[in-house]
Every structure is written in C-alpha cells, then in structure tokens.
C-alpha cells in the first residue's frame, strides 16, 4: 500500500493528504438545512450532513491529492449513524482512486489489538465467511502499550498490503509532556521512532515501509532528528495550517529523493471556505475553496522543498 | 460516577467488573445457530449472536456485580453492526442498573479528544438539540499525547458526572517497553500516574475522583508504588485471570480503607463454561458458568484482602 500511495504522491505531485474531519461549524448551511429538513436535528441528520459535505469536497479534490485521512472521532460523536457515514466516506474515497488513512489512533492489549486491525485494515471471520468492517488503506496506531499491541497490525499489513502510521511526537502542545521526557539523555519519541525503524524493517514495501510514523509539522527540529532515525518510514505530518506549522517548517520532514512525508491539512482545506482568503468562493462553492486551498498549500510545500 | 460506581461495589461486596469482550469462539453454538439462521453469516449475524450472548451474561450476573466494561474493538471489528450491538449492550447493562466503563483507550489532539468524549461520555449538538451517542459512564484515555489530549475528557467528567480510567501501566507482556523507560531514574509509568493524580484533583468524588487509572494485575510491584502516588485514584486493574495475575497480586491495589481498586476479568468469567472447572455447566448454562466464576473470583479477592 505504500507503494501506492507513492505512486500517487509521484503522480499528483501533491504529497498532500486531506484530513476529512468534518465539524458541523464548518458545514455550509445549505447542507445542514437540506439534511436536517430530510432527518430532522437529529444523529441521523447530522451524519447525513456531513457526508453530504464530505462528498462536495472529495469530488474537487480526488485529481489533485493521492489520499485523504478521515477522523473517525468526528464521526463517533454521532454514535452509529457517524460511524455509517464514516463508512459511506471511506468507501466512496476508494472509489474515486484516492487512498485512505483512518485516523483512529487505536492500539490495546494483542487479542484487542488484533480486532482493531481486522476491523479498520483486515477481515474477520464470521462462520465460514471473511468480511472488512471499515476496510481503510492505512490507520493510525498509538505505541504507548508497546510492541505486542502493534504487532497484530504488522501481521495485517503483511497479509493485507496495508500500512500503519504509528504516533512518534504529535503535534498538539502538549506532545513533549511524556514525549519528550528524556531517557538516559534520549527524549522517549526518540525510542519510538527507532521501533518504528525496527518494526517498519519487516513490512517493507519497495523503497518504504508499510509503517510510517506521525510527527507534527509543529516540532521541525524533532522531525529532522526523526527523519535521520527512520529513514524508510514515511511520515504522517498534521499540523499543517490551523495548528501552525508552514511550508517552510516541512523541508525536514522529507529525503533527499523529494519523498518520505505525506503533509495533512484538515480545516485549512474542508473549511477553507470560512478563511478571508477564500470568502470569495461563498458558501455555495465552498468545495471550489477547498480545491483552491489545495493548490495553494501544494505551491506552498513545491516551493520551500525547491528552495532547500 | 466514581460515589455511585463506590456505592454499588460495597453494596455488591464485589470490586469487580465484567469484561464484556466477545470473541465469537466464546459464544455457544445455539446462539450463534439462531443468530446466523435469522441474519445469515453475515456482520449482522455476527452482532445478533453478539447481543444474545452478552444478553445472558449480564441477566446472570447484574445482581453481583458493580460494572461491566465492554471492550469496544471487539464490537468494531463487525463494523456498523458491532457498533450497533456495542450500543445495545451499554443501553442495557446501564438498564439492569450497572456502571458502564467503555474500554475504548482514546485520545486524540484536544479539538479530537473533544469528539470522543462527547461521544462516549457526553452530549453532541446537533442544530438546537442535544444527544448522547454511546453514553458510558466511564471510558479509558490513552496519555501518550499529554494532558491536552485528556483535558476534554476532564470537562466532560465534570460537567456530566463521569469518569474516566487513565492508561498508566497496562496488563500486556511488553507494556514496560515505553512504560517503564527510566526518566532521571523515574519510569514513564510513575510521571502518568503523577499526572494522573493532578488531573484528578480538579475532578473529585466525595472520597476518590472522578480519574482513576489503569494498572495491570500481572504487575503488582508497581500497583503498590502507584497505588501510593495516586492515593484519590480508583485503579482499574485489568490481567486478573487470563493474564495470569491472581488474587494474592492484587492487595496492593487496594487502599487501608478497602477501597480504591476494582478488578476486571474478561474471558475468566464470559468464557467460564469452556473452562474445564465450569464444564458441569455445559454451552446450554454458559452464563450460569459465568455466574459461578464471579462468585468464586469474589472470595478469591476477598480472601486474599482479608489475609493481608
């Protein structure tokens, strides 16, 4: 999966992902009324909203970006009915040819563990039968219960062609208060990323590894120690835009042959229609504005990577 | 939740809570015959069987027992369906008047976090109403990524009366991987369980707070310092049973006032009539099994607290 999702990066030259994490503040009202008058203010009406928006936005985006990165939590706060358009979401990224993260930051004990893996990357058995659940290409996993808990998600990229990007320094500011902490003079993230590097060695695709790693676009400095540490992994960045991070804070994120990051940018692109800089657009067009915010921030990381 | 989830533990004599963590090779064949005759071997054959299983679990074990704790990913793994049945479980168990702890192990950036915890623990807008979506009393959160990761969940548990269970030293073979990583001769786990105790102060109950932690029963040398640097911490200690962690383990969970811990067992109890010791009981009386392993883990825990 990762050499597909190369393959795309190479294709749109947009190493871009697009964090589907729809609020219903950033939901254009024409949707919201249409959805709430077919449903009523109710989960069902809300979930129908958001995939409604969701797929305004996926229709301008899927020829310029190689994938997107739906937040499950943004859907799970709408109970089952989220979770269906969660669903709905995923399966219709697929099919426009986009390639899918679930950003789910799962991990738990190794049975549990496993159940997580069948039921965002793998299949599960029922009776004689094999069924994917949610079925996305890659999912986030969070390390903090150590390798047992992210081993069965290795053995599902394996069988599966899957990926995983496992959370190394996160970009939130509160990241450093365990993250950071040093170890025999090492921050903790630092031994995160080498297990990332080791557990990454067995699930290798051609030139990268099935498991990536998720570091800020707020922590550069971090993300140039981390890229030096494990130099097959790719790595997920958030925190592109609203969180702070710049174009110019990304070079170091990446390899020398230009690849090696995947740059996320969630509401500085679905509600990119809300920005001063694409009023213009109006909330009609408001997926017009997040294409627009798409092509931006590509000339934005184009240009700081030629600039290095 | 932390006085009521107190309140039903003296009341039942049993600091015990259920793991509700279905597997399908736990369920007897005449439920899963019935469930895949009415659905097919289908995701929703799956869940039907599910819900039946657990449906009988908890009306033989509701007068006994305090808490159930459903673990999220096994009803995930079924996808929408498994959702559905991880929902009729919360709703009934929460109806035969037991606590609900969601083992769900979230924990996201703060706006992300957000989302779950009104998911699971509190309400969601949606236009001018309100709705609880899973609505569990208690839910797990993952620390890795710091205090603005678990704040949310602390609003919530104030604002709602819920709790919440905080990570701290987990049950699994290689929790110590990060966990027990010395910093200036400290483990991580101790630096979680500080924090665990100064999240908790802001969010306290009538005698024990509202946070409390997790800590492996398969690890008691660490309960015991833990259990001093978080004296206001109810600690829920999963790896009784199946994981090998046994009644003796456990007194130092405990508090001088007999308090302060409760003790999950999963597959020991839901599991029992596959048991050879529960045999007798047969697939037809698996929840009796589940019954009598209840009773027997009570005078386990009991005995073991009145020897020390």
């Known amino acids: 999966m990762i050499d597909l999702l190369i393959e795309k990066i190479q294709k749109t030259g947009a190493p871009i992902v697009v964090g589907l994490d ?5 939901i254009p009202e024409q949707i919201l009324a249409a959805a709430y008058g077919q449903y009523g203010e109710t989960l069902k009406g809300a979930a129908e909203a958001v995939w409604r928006y969701n797929q305004g936005i996926v229709d301008a985006i899927c020829d310029l970006v190689p994938a997107v990165k739906p937040q499950i939590a943004m859907y799970e706060q709408f109970g089952v009915e989220g979770l269906i358009a969660f669903q ?3 399966n219709y990224c697929r099919e426009k040819g986009l390639v899918v993260i679930g950003d789910i930051k799962r991990g738990d004990i190794g049975s549990t563990s496993e159940a997580y893996a ?4 793998g299949k599960v058995k029922v009776g004689s039968r094999q069924y994917a659940a949610f079925d996305e290409d890659f ?19 394996r069988t599966e062609n899957k990926g995983i990007f496992v959370l190394v320094k996160t970009s939130n500011p509160s990241s450093g208060e365990f993250q950071d902490r040093l170890m025999d003079g090492r921050p903790l993230y630092e031994l995160v990323g080498e297990k990332v590097a080791e557990w990454g060695s067995a699930c290798m695709g051609s ?15 971090q993300g140039k120690v981390l890229r030096k540490l494990m130099p097959k992994a790719y790595i997920l960045v958030p925190g592109y835009g609203a969180q702070g991070g710049r174009g110019a804070d990304l070079v170091h994120f990446f390899n020398e042959d230009g690849l ?8 500085g692109i679905i509600a990119a229609w809300q920005q001063e800089k694409y009023a213009v657009f109006g909330a009609a067009h408001y997926a017009e504005a ?3 915010a798409v092509l931006d921030m590509r000339e934005d990381i184009a240009g700081a990577l030629a600039k290095r």
């Open 22 to 26: 729809p609020m219903l503040k950033f």
């Open 88 to 90: 709905k979401t995923v």
């Open 118 to 121: 069948a039921a965002h990357l």
């Open 139 to 157: 999912a986030t996993v969070n390390p903090y219960m150590g390798s047992d808990s992210v081993t069965p998600f290795l053995n599902v990229c």
């Open 207 to 221: 030139s990268y590894s099935q498991v990536g790693a998720v570091v800020g676009a707020t922590y550069p400095e």
């Open 260 to 267: 090696g990051a995947i740059v996320n940018s969630s509401r």
């Open 290 to 292: 997040s294409r627009q």
